[in-house]
């Protein structure tokens, strides 16, 4: 099992620009979660996710964030017109049915706004 | 609201000595708490929940309620412990974590 997979790793993006942020879930597990990191902070959670289903975005900003999990193929988080402060690290986790709690994370995507 | 507090940000501690990394945790209801930890180059990962009561690599960590803190603890601290540890809690029905702005944990030879 390869663990939660993001990417890329790396992306920079001009402002005004759109990134997308591609997590694959580990085998198994259908519930997806994306947090946001910014420099000398805690993760700060922004949606939950599962397959074909927004559970709960309560954490996302209410324009330009978007987040899908569709019946075939990653999460896609995706962020439009991108400004400075959205230059952060998103970690993306994954928890099976059975275990809500345990989430596993991937090794995230630095976001960089230039 | 939820909110974890970590008061320190850094914390180093010599070889064998025995390490506490604080936790705080505002929250009116029953909480589940947990640790995670990110070791250099690798990614989050949980240590230890305070449901299943166990000890991980040495580490354990005791619900407070009165005191509204679960207190990482490990009594004699190895350089492998090197990392930083994130106090997490998720709440009732909600499945998100809150997490708490980590400490950074040195173990000095």
């Known amino acids: 099992n390869a663990g939660v997979m993001q990417n890329p790793r790396h992306l920079v993006r001009r402002r005004g620009q759109e990134a997308r942020l591609r997590c694959s879930p580990m085998k198994g597990h259908s519930h997806v979660y994306w947090y946001r990191q910014l420099p000398e902070e805690g993760l700060k959670f922004m949606v939950y996710l599962q397959k074909e289903n927004i559970i709960d975005e309560s954490g996302m900003p209410k324009e330009r964030f978007s987040a899908e999990f569709p019946k075939e193929g990653p999460s896609i988080l995706r962020i439009q017109q991108v400004v400075r402060g959205d230059s952060a690290a998103y970690f993306c986790?994954?928890?099976?049915?059975?275990?809500?709690?345990?989430?596993?994370f991937g090794p995230g995507t630095r976001l960089t706004v230039t | 609201a939820q909110r974890v507090t970590q008061p320190e940000k850094l914390l180093s501690v010599f070889k064998g000595a025995p390490v506490e990394l604080k936790c705080n945790y505002s929250y009116s209801g029953s909480p589940e708490l947990f640790w995670y930890v990110q070791y250099s180059r690798q990614r989050l990962q949980l240590l230890l929940r305070?449901?299943s009561r166990e000890s991980i690599k040495g580490f354990t960590a005791d619900l407070n309620k009165g005191e509204t803190s679960f207190h990482l603890k490990k009594p004699f601290a190895q350089e492998e412990d090197s990392a930083m540890y994130y106090c997490?809690?998720?709440?009732?029905?909600?499945?998100?974590?809150?997490f708490g702005s980590g400490t950074q944990l040195t173990v000095l030879p």
């Open positions: 986790a994954s928890s099976p049915r059975s275990e809500p709690y345990e989430q596993y």
């Open positions: 305070h449901i």
């Open positions: 997490a809690l998720s709440s009732g029905s909600a499945r998100q974590l809150t």
